[in-house]
């Protein structure tokens, strides 16, 4: 049957911040095809799980409950989707881009044989005409992500395979609840009809999970610093215009990559997408995977080098000039001038 | 403890993290001329994991497994330079265009050829595409578990290994039989440097391919012939017994509709200098939009 599947990721309980948003754009993509929103959630006493997930308008709902399911191993999880998604054969599957989602799809891919586009940062559905065959194709997932260093954006679709999957990052989906009194229904799994022993064969001997202190979603200012920061001291500079701001600090790949801040500090489409009312970027050139992060931020200042940088493209403020002493002076005027 | 076979799955990749403006051809087509070709990061500490391994593990074998046109023996020559004890490249026309389910199908059968084995190793993803989608897709094929962005082997004992996984929102120990797949983390330890002993052994280790290119010395030919360990074995899809429907373009289901260049439309943006009068004139405006302050 023509469907969109969302697969949820749940931990004690609660529905992931990304299922959420997956669900959302399941949704309008369902909508847009006229068809079904089903979903599938793995995890242990997930007897009220269906109260997080009504809502979003999905239509259908696999539930697998069981204690060895959680936390997520690869296995179970990968022989459970499987099996469901082969005998709902929906059209399209939608992952977190995440630690999970970035493990279990792949997989499923593989069993399934079809075709997977990893952190899409735009969805549609759309037609195709196949030359070879001289065929319309209908309705088929567009799959869309910069990619090549950010110079393309590249439409990516399968007409020939199903599903059409597709993963996508924390960030990048608006959430939106469809219906408080959406009505779904329960279809439980049962699990040992599907799981094998031996599909518990890697065993998680330890694990911590910190809450990252870092909410960069939420922060209505960001100040983030690229390559072109040039140094872990000089990012101090930005760290301190932050602070002032009441803002969170950020940066680029390249500045995570070169070491100058943490990974989960990191914007764009491999980080995360962020709109605050005030982006910083400090010393950031903008290639669209960057952009793809923080081109939705309601104001935005560039401060670099080089007037020809394409985040200056975006910006509403292109300061030209050194970050190292544009920075120094913003702290001193906001001191000198703020309530 | 019984020595391990591992094996390391590298890539070459371009350097898109240095894109110059002469990547894109004016049709909007990527120059790929134009980039220069690494050794895709993740996959470096990949080959640091294992030979970390070789160096707990007396007796245990490395070998280097790459895919690519012919310049990706380059791949095959670091790892020997830094201590691998074997290479291998996959290289044919026909394996061109593939998407991650082509390009797994055409690593399974390259490794399934060197079977059996303890471990595949691989980076967690590539820098030109950045799925992380190979690694899961060739344990699957291979019917093996996946221990996915490990940073640190914990324990090597007969039957199992111990790794520690860097998640997104913390670490998780885990334990898995031989044989397993795994992919490395870039938070894991850097790779080694070239070892000068090995760069002399192995700085004319060439394939077949090359040694016919017309620029190769007579006196590397002569080489190769007193030192086969020099050539680079190069299996083509007839050497891995590959199913012609499952490699390339015809065995990758995902097919890249359009491409777009990203034109920017500028927009109305005010143009400042970086003298304390410009500075100062934004921040009283950002102010008194109440956009800060």
């Given at each position: 049957m023509k469907s969109v599947f969302v697969y949820c990721e749940v931990e004690n309980q609660k529905v992931a911040e990304i299922s959420q948003e997956l669900l959302s754009a399941g949704k309008r993509l369902a909508q847009k095809l006229g068809c079904p929103l089903e979903a599938m959630i793995f995890g242990k006493n997930l007897n009220g799980i269906k109260s997080q997930i009504?809502?979003?308008?999905?239509?259908k709902l696999f539930v697998a409950d069981d204690e060895r399911l959680e936390p997520y191993r690869t296995l179970p999880h990968a022989a459970l989707a499987t099996e469901i998604l082969k005998n709902q054969d929906p059209q399209i599957v939608l992952f977190g881009a995440t630690s999970v989602g970035r493990d279990l799809a792949p997989r499923i891919a593989s069993v399934l044989n079809c075709g997977l586009t990893a952190d899409c940062t735009i969805l549609d559905i759309g037609d195709h005409f196949v030359k070879k065959e001289k065929k319309e194709y209908k309705d088929l997932l567009y799959a869309i992500r910069p990619a090549f260093g950010g110079s393309i954006m590249a439409n990516i679709i399968n007409w020939d395979q199903h599903p059409q999957m597709a993963t996508v990052r924390e960030g990048v989906m608006k959430k939106e609840i469809f219906d408080t009194n959406y009505s779904t229904e329960i279809v439980r799994v049962n699990v040992n009809d599907i799981v094998k022993e031996e599909d518990f064969i890697v065993k998680i001997i330890e694990r911590h999970i910190e809450e990252s202190g870092v909410n960069l979603k939420e922060a209505p200012i960001i100040v983030a610093g690229g390559?072109?920061?040039?140094s872990k001291e000089n990012f101090q500079h930005l760290i301190d215009l932050a602070d002032l701001l009441g803002g969170e600090v950020g940066g680029s790949r390249a500045a995570v990559d070169a070491g100058f801040i943490d990974h989960d500090r990191q914007i764009g489409q491999t980080g995360t997408t962020v709109r605050p009312k005030l982006y910083i970027a400090a010393g950031i050139s903008g290639a669209i995977q960057h952009r793809a992060g923080m081109q939705e931020s309601s104001l935005i200042i560039s401060i670099n080098n080089d007037p020809e940088a394409p985040i200056n493209k975006i910006a509403d403020y292109v300061i030209e000039g050194d970050l190292a002493e544009v920075v120094p002076k913003m702290i001193k005027y906001y001191k000198e001038n703020a309530k | 403890m019984r020595p391990l076979k591992i094996i390391v799955l590298a890539k070459q990749v371009p350097d898109t993290r240095h894109v110059g403006a002469d990547a894109m051809k004016p049709d909007g087509?990527?120059?790929?001329?134009?980039l220069s070709t690494i050794f895709n990061p993740d996959d470096l500490h990949a080959l640091e994991l294992a030979l970390n391994i070789k160096d707990r593990v007396l007796g245990t074998e490395v070998i280097i497994l790459t895919m690519g046109p012919k310049r990706a023996a380059d791949i095959v020559r670091e790892g020997y330079y830094r201590g691998a004890d074997y290479g291998i490249m996959i290289s044919d026309r026909r394996f061109g265009g593939a998407d991650t389910l082509a390009t797994s199908y055409t690593l399974v059968r390259g490794i399934q050829k060197l079977a059996p084995f303890d471990l595949v190793l691989g980076g967690r993803q590539a820098i030109d595409g950045d799925t992380a989608q190979v690694g899961p897709q060739c344990a699957d094929k291979l019917k093996i578990p996946q221990v996915t962005y490990v940073e640190e082997i914990v324990d090597i004992k007969d039957d199992e290994i111990i790794a520690r996984r860097r998640l997104e929102k913390g670490v998780e120990t885990v334990s898995s039989p031989f044989p397993c797949l795994m992919t490395v983390h870039g938070s894991s330890p850097a790779c080694r440097s070239r070892h000068a002993k090995r760069v002399m052994k192995y700085k004319y280790a060439r394939t077949n391919t090359e040694l016919k290119s017309s620029k190769t010395e007579e006196l590397i030919l002569s080489l190769h012939k007193k030192r086969p360990y020099l050539t680079i074995p190069e299996w083509s899809v007839e050497d891995i017994d590959a199913d012609i429907n499952k490699i390339g373009l015809p065995g990758s289901p995902t097919k890249v509709k359009s491409v777009e260049s990203i034109v920017l439309t500028a927009k109305e943006a005010k143009k400042l200098s970086d003298t304390d009068a410009d500075i100062e004139i934004m921040i009283k405006e950002l102010i008194e939009q109440h956009t800060i302050g």
């Open positions: 009504s809502s979003y308008g999905v239509d390559y072109g920061v040039g | 087509t990527v120059n790929r001329g134009k």
